[in-house]
């Protein structure tokens, strides 16, 4: 059973809602319960590094690897109508210390031969029980003297990479991106594999340490505003 998000937690947005589930109510043993989003520990975290404009929202679960089926084709299918989703992903490795690991959309998943998403988008980690090795890593922008003065790449290539927020493929989802093809969060078509690495406009921590690890439970939650 959860317990109620208190004014001191900060967590006014986020109540977890699916098939009428909220704060307080209990949670069951149904697939279709929210997991990952479960403790409100997690929500308090993720109302943090919200924009501001989306801190009075609601999560709605809108796919779940435990009752939507375990493919990209599947998860696309259940987000096309959702823009401001939070991906949580549970990493299946040995001696892992985080909950979850995961990503902040600001647009709609969805296989694309475009880039897509925009600055706010973030990649983030859950340390296990609240502990302080929850992180969120938001995109930083760089001017384009900056950019020049790095070696190696041509300009118009590193911009693209800085700029590579959400890519949707048939084979991938990620978001950012590097020279050699690796990104700070990228699953495999049945979403069943990950890799994370540090990401050129990220500048993150590769979200967990072995930079490959198994995928167990992944939901994808909606931001949809607690009034209106």
Known sequence: TTTAATASTRALPLIVSDNGITDDSPFDKDPTTARLAEPSWTRAKIAEWLPLSLRMSKMDLIYSTNFHGRTLESLYRHCRKA?????MVE???QGCEYHAVGMY????WQASS???GDGECFLFRLGQDGSNLSQRWKWKPKGKCDVLEEEGIETNNKIALLEQFQVGTNEYISMGGNQDGSAGLRL????????TSTAAGFDN????SSGLFEVGL???YQLVPLYG
Do not use: F, G
């Open 205 to 208: 921590d590769a979200l967990v």
């Open 188 to 195: 495999n078509e049945d979403l069943t594999k990950a890799e």
């Open 218 to 220: 992944l939901e994808v």
């Open 114 to 116: 475009r880039v897509y």
């Open 91 to 93: 990493p299946i490795d």
């Open 83 to 87: 823009k401001h989703t939070i991906m």
């Open 105 to 108: 959309a600001s647009q709609t």
